[in-house]
């Protein structure tokens, strides 16, 4: 798995760091949160994942913002970032990460096949990126499980760099 080396890194900084994470997906469907348990200790630290497919469910399950959903549509960075901190409360984590984008075969709330955003939300705050992906959807749905995973592993190694008051 392509994936392999970041949640790897991603275990063992969040086992060092007695931390937990939690995943809440749209597009990649569990992917993410599956590249994590396929880590060898992953229970550790993984409490969960949302798979919030629906619009209505990342509404309803977690709790993102229903105004901004139907002023924006799903695929948008303030959906991501909400998603992402809202898997730290739901869950009881330390770390949420998120994703949301469109795979195809069809544009999605008017974005283009292959946009992405994935977020990670955690003690000093959160961080979205937007992607344009090309392939075909599962080129683009194993993209994004990369893109969460390298964003995530950064963001834990600027928490290295400055960890949390109190820690």
Known sequence: MTDAPAAADVVAVLKRRAETLACAES???????????DVPGASAVLRGGVVSYATDVKASVL?????LLERVGAVDAGVARQMARSACRVLGSDWGVATTGVAGPDPQDGAAVGTVYVAVAGPGGSRV??????????AIRAAAVRAALELLRDALADAEESPAPGR
């Open 27 to 37: 597009l990649t469907g569990g992917l993410v949160c599956a590249a994590v348990t």
């Open 63 to 67: 709790g993102v913002d229903h105004h």
């Open 129 to 138: 990126h937007e992607h344009h992906f090309d392939g075909d959807r599962p």
